[in-house]
């Protein structure tokens, strides 16, 4: 079991940024993938961003791709997603989220553990 605990969400204006982290209390996760979702009401999860295992590999949506980061820093089991230049429509509750393999795409499916999720809320 891994326990996924984000932090960072708060309120910002058109054109602001946020650094969302999450924090895996869970050593072995540094051997697994990880991503972060977004989810509005209404819709399903959203992948934003992903990175592998040794944070070699990483993939962005096309929706987010320029303004959004996602690092990794297996000393401190955590992952971070960097947010510029939001925009109102990227209001949503952000979800941090492990797999089970090295590499895991943009799917849903792909993700076993799940945090809590954390909300962002861009005002135009």
């Known amino acids: 079991q891994v326990h996924l605990v984000e932090s960072g969400g708060g309120s910002v204006q058109d054109g602001g940024s946020l650094r969302l982290s999450c924090v895996a209390a869970?050593?072995?996760?540094?051997?697994?993938?990880m991503a972060w979702f977004r989810q509005v009401p209404g819709k399903g999860r959203e992948g934003i961003a992903g990175?592998?295992?040794?944070?070699?590999?990483?993939w962005h949506a096309d929706a987010v791709s320029g303004r959004f980061t996602i690092s990794r820093d297996k000393t401190k089991n955590t992952v971070a997603l960097e947010m510029t230049v939001l925009k109102p429509d990227d209001t949503a509750t952000y979800y941090c989220a492990a797999g089970t393999k090295r590499f895991c795409d943009a799917r849903e499916s792909e993700y076993v553990y799940w945090g809590q999720g954390t909300q962002v809320t861009v005002s135009s």
């Open positions: 869970d050593e072995t996760h540094s051997d697994h993938c």
């Open positions: 990175i592998s295992a040794d944070g070699g590999l990483k």
